[in-house]
T-cell receptor
Framework: GAVVSQHPSRVICKSGTSVKIECRSLDFQATTMFWYRQFPKQSLMLMATSNEGSKATYEQGVEKDKFLINHASLTLSTLTVTSAHPEDSSFYIC????????????FGPGTRLTVL | GQNIDQPTEMTATEGAIVQINCTYQTSGFNGLFWYQQHAGEAPTFLSYNVLDGLEEKGRFSSFLSRSKGYSYLLLKELQMKDSASYLCAVGGRTDKLIFGTGTRLQVFP
């Protein structure tokens, strides 16, 4: 149990375009989903916390108008990187939390975004 | 402030035992997690401690002392595939997990 999928796994886009990343909990309902980004050889940096049906809570320094988060259901959250720039190139990882497994966060496989 | 410290890098030999330490200072405590992350992949859950003591799960064990703000991950009978980063994370007062910078473990034959 506790499988989280993420799509796409890799995406290359041109500067100025928008990219949508989907995160799904496949076999459980996630009370909360989280979005992280990770630069090479660095740890995970939390971008935002997302609860179903309510607005996401963004971490300090993360632009909410640039990184749009929609948590449409208890099994789906999406992150849209708008007007992407090369400095947005990173590894984006979502996680979903379920109280069924002692509040553990389970991570999706990640999406590697490259902006040209 | 909130702070999680763990060594940056460690090396060990195949078949050996290695202990990765983690100390933390956080406002509130809702459990300590260890994750394994191979290069280019997302973290996978290894263990969760909320009470003091040792939790054993096969070759991996995790220990917690809440009074000392200290945990360790013990890996026995090391295999080459254990070469990865190991992330210590603490659940604080909110929903969020606070991650350490990770310990990169290299296992040599």
């Amino acid at each position: 149990g506790a499988v989280v999928s993420q799509h796409p796994s890799r995406v290359i886009c041109k500067s100025g375009t928008s990219v949508k990343i989907e995160c799904r909990s496949l076999d459980f309902q996630a009370t909360t989903m989280f979005w992280y980004r990770q630069f090479p050889k660095q740890s995970l940096m939390l971008m935002a916390t997302s609860n179903e049906g309510s607005k996401a809570t963004y971490e300090q320094g993360v632009e909410k108008d640039k990184f749009l988060i929609n948590h449409a259901s208890l099994t789906l959250s999406t992150l849209t990187v708008t007007s992407a720039h090369p400095e947005d190139s990173s590894f984006y990882i979502c996680s979903a939390r379920t109280r069924r497994f002692t509040d553990t966060q389970y991570f999706g496989p990640g999406t590697r975004l490259t902006v040209l | 402030g909130q702070n999680i410290d763990q060594p940056t890098e460690m090396t060990a030999t195949e078949g050996a035992i290695v202990q990765i330490n983690c100390t933390y200072q956080t406002s509130g405590f809702n459990g300590l997690f260890w994750y394994q992350q191979h290069a280019g992949e997302a973290p996978t859950f290894l263990s969760y401690n909320v009470l003091d003591g040792l939790e054993e799960k096969g070759r991996f064990s995790s220990f917690l002392s809440r009074s000392k703000g200290y945990s360790y991950l013990l890996l026995k009978e090391l295999q080459m595939k254990d070469s990865a980063s190991y992330l210590c994370a603490v659940g604080g007062r909110t929903d969020k997990l606070i991650f350490g910078t990770g310990t990169r473990l290299q296992v040599f034959p």
